[in-house]
């Protein structure tokens, strides 16, 4: 179960990369991010769908460590911080004006925060 929650996470955080990579870019996908307000982002939101891969990267590194790890130490604890993290953003993307983010990220949201839930009780 261990080796199928990290799958997925990493596999949604990926897909998450690559539609912030997009925005960041100039693709017409800004409805889906940063509250929905633009179809393309502007200056600054894309700078922030730039910097936000970084994060996505962070939060894959800690994942693929707690899933290799012993239990205890600090990939379980900041696997628990993910979850809170994953579980605030369902209810941000929940509160969102934009429906397509709303189905979009609040989805993500759900299915990171399970499948690091199952990381972190492991």
């Not at 996470?9 to 539609?19: E, K």
């Not at 379980?76 to 994953?86: A, E, H, P, T």
């Amino acid at each position: 179960m261990e080796l199928t929650a990290l799958a997925v996470a990493l596999t949604i955080l990926a897909a998450l990369a690559f539609l912030q990579v997009a925005v960041a870019c100039g693709a017409p996908f800004g409805k889906l991010v940063w509250g929905g307000a633009h179809r393309v982002l502007p200056a600054r939101l894309r700078a922030a769908s730039a910097a936000s891969v970084l994060l996505y990267a962070g939060f894959a590194w800690v994942l693929i460590d707690r899933a290799g790890s012993a239990p205890g130490g600090l990939a379980r604890i900041v696997s628990w911080v993910l979850f809170g993290y994953f579980c605030l953003g369902i209810v941000m993307n929940l509160a969102s004006r934009s429906r397509a983010e709303r189905w979009t990220m609040a989805s993500a949201c759900v299915v990171l925060a399970i499948a690091t839930l199952a990381l972190a009780l492991s």
